[in-house]
């Protein structure tokens, strides 16, 4: 199995401010992916973080506003640039390991 | 890319009665379909999956079930207990080797009523 740490684990921020979010994962692991999950939303996928390269990003989602760093097979970073309040979620980091997905704990992060 | 539709979006049931939920996907080569629950504040817990070479799985009140060629899968929950009140989402994973792609339906939110 594999375990997920993320840090911080909540944030509140002002708006125009950015945020960089860490996920570690106690395993080398094949993917990783960056989730958003809105109040009362389902989860909705930003990018897969690739290692070694540039992550691909989903509709709707752009590398300005959300870059992605994944350096080696056990860690990556999310950061959301130039906050705005509709950037209030939990953002997620999933990894997937010996064919099944493993959940970071999430980080809350609130815009004011 | 995959579409994952959920249903219903809320359940309420009494304590002792079964539960359905049920999704479809678009993506015919999805090939992975996991059922999470997820409590309050907190992450989403896999609950029980199923791969597309197999039809129904069974794990103790929880089972799934998949049509392939409806391209539907549900959830059945027996005997409901209050502590299964929470939030369940369905979801249908695309892809092979390095390029994987995990989509979630909705949500439904399940009461159940002692």
Same mark, same amino acid.
């Given at each position: ?8 684990s ?13 996920c ?10 960056? !989730? ?7 989860l ?10 540039e ?35 939990? !953002? ?16 809350r992060?609130?815009?004011? | ?23 479809? !996907?678009?993506?015919?080569a999805?090939? !992975? ?16 999956d199923?791969?597309?070479n ?12 998949l049509n ?6 549900s959830?059945?929950?027996?005997? +409901?207990?209050p ?9 249908a994973? +695309? ?20």
């Amino acid at each position: 199995s594999a375990v997920i740490s993320q840090k911080p684990s909540r944030d509140i921020c002002q708006r125009g401010t950015s945020l960089t979010i860490q996920c570690q994962v106690d395993s080398q692991v094949t993917m990783m992916f960056w !989730y958003r999950q809105q109040p009362g939303q389902s989860l909705t996928l930003i990018a897969t973080a690739n290692q070694g390269s540039e992550a691909t990003y989903e509709s709707g989602f752009v590398i300005d506003k959300f870059p992605i760093s994944r350096p080696n097979l056990t860690f990556s970073t999310l950061t959301v640039s130039n906050m705005s309040p509709e950037d209030s979620s939990i !953002y997620l980091c999933i990894a997937l390991f010996g064919g099944e997905q493993y959940f970071g704990p999430g980080t809350r992060l609130t815009v004011t | 890319g995959e579409n994952v539709e959920q249903h219903p979006s809320t359940l309420s049931v009494q304590e002792g009665d079964s539960a359905v939920i049920k999704c479809t !996907y678009s993506d015919s080569a999805s090939n !992975y379909f996991p059922w999470y629950k997820q409590e309050l504040g907190k992450r989403p817990q896999l609950i029980i999956d199923i791969r597309s070479n197999v039809g129904e799985k069974k794990d103790q009140r929880i089972a799934v079930t998949l049509n392939k060629t409806a391209k539907h899968f549900s959830l059945h929950i027996t005997e +409901t207990q209050p502590e299964d009140s929470a939030v369940y989402f369905c979801a249908a994973l +695309t892809g092979g080797g390095s390029n994987y792609k995990l989509t979630f339906g909705k949500g439904t939110l399940l009461t159940v009523n002692p």
